[in-house]
């Protein structure tokens, strides 16, 4: 729901009690652009903990750049099948 900053002054009691009973959000506008919002406060907690995860991630993000280590050659995985064959196996 978009509400024009002048008419939210005028009905600010009745948009905090729809936000907190509906759970709707309320974007106050002013010129046709959102300037602002209302929520409530489960969608503050949630807004709160994706903005903390966003940090780790880009914390973590130079992490996961780094290059991982790749066996030397191609045939290590082989060889590793080799030494866990069933003796007597034969191709």
Excluded: C, W
């Excluded at 600010?12 to 509906?22: E, H, S």
């Excluded at 780790?56 to 060889?79: E, F, I, M, N, Y």
Aim: hydrophobic content about 40%.
């Amino acid at each position: 729901m978009d509400v024009p900053v002048t008419e939210a002054r005028a009905e600010f009691a009745d948009l905090v009690n729809r936000v907190a009973y509906t759970g709707e959000p309320v974007k106050l506008t002013r010129r046709g652009r959102v300037m602002a919002a209302l929520i409530s406060p489960e969608d503050l907690e949630l807004l709160e903990m994706v903005r903390s995860q966003r940090v780790d991630l880009t914390q973590g993000a130079a992490q996961a750049a780094q290059p991982v280590d790749r066996p030397q050659s191609p045939a290590a995985p082989l060889r590793i099948a080799a030494e866990h064959r069933p003796p007597g196996f034969s191709r």
